[in-house]
């Protein structure tokens, strides 16, 4: 290895120890956001980096980063009530632009059901499956068979202009469940009419979103799905981006989406 190259991979290193240390210093003030649980703090970085010893290759966050936001993950059936950060408008949530993708990350899961996880850029009318049994032999409620590897990710890819994004979980979709529960209370079926199914917080540049996967709310722990999302952003456009929007047409879906915001 030349000296350049071990220069640039030195810099890098140092650039990536420092985003995680930014990160860890963020979730430090802010560590109320869910109460710390005990289970899959157990999980050690020999455990996590075990699970891509045969798949190196795969898109994963390093165990720091996964374990920053694992501490935040609710406790198992306690209710989501005391919340000690403003919450993410996710009727806003869009890809940030540029050339970045939209990146997800599996954190980890609470929940007895094998739940899959679908995203959609149309307001929810077509859904486009990222992962399709979401459980894993490590997470809160583990599962031997389970196929997922925490911090394990998916790439969305880039899209084109401002382009809104919803997540949805398809609850026990891995053993046959239909039902699709999401952000937008007038989507969600049933019980669920009028009740939304995710909730969301900004840590620098990601978004963690926890789901709850019973309809009706069950028991509203909001942690049967977890994942951390790169990529994407909650702010409202600038101006100049907003002439750009009508250009291309798609205010028309802004305006569908803030009228699913008032009901
Ligand atoms: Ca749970
Ligand atoms: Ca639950």
Known sequence: MNAQISNNISSLKTISRQCTLGLMALVATTASVFTAQDASAQVTQTNYDAQYNASSDLLRLDFDTWNMFNTVVNTERQQL???????????????????????????????????????????????NMIFGDISSPLSILP?????????????LGNFTGNTFIDFFVKSNGANGGQNFLGFDPA????????????????????????????????????????FAVKGVTTSVPEPSLMIGLIATGAMVMLRKRHQNSEV
């Open 187 to 226: 989507q969600n079926p049933g019980s669920s009419r009028g009740l939304s199914h995710v909730i969301g917080y900004t840590f620098g540049d990601y978004l963690l979103l926890g789901f709850e996967d019973i309809i009706g709310g069950g028991d509203l722990d909001f942690n049967d799905v977890v």
């Open 81 to 127: 009530t005391t919340l000690n950060r403003p919450q993410a408008d996710l009727s806003k949530l869009r890809w940030s632009g540029g050339v970045q993708d939209a990146e997800v990350f599996f954190i980890n899961e609470g929940a007895g059901y094998r739940n899959q996880l679908f995203y959609s850029v149309d307001g929810g009318t077509n859904k």
């Open 143 to 155: 599962n031997s068979s389970g196929p997922m590897k925490l911090g394990q990710g998916a790439s």
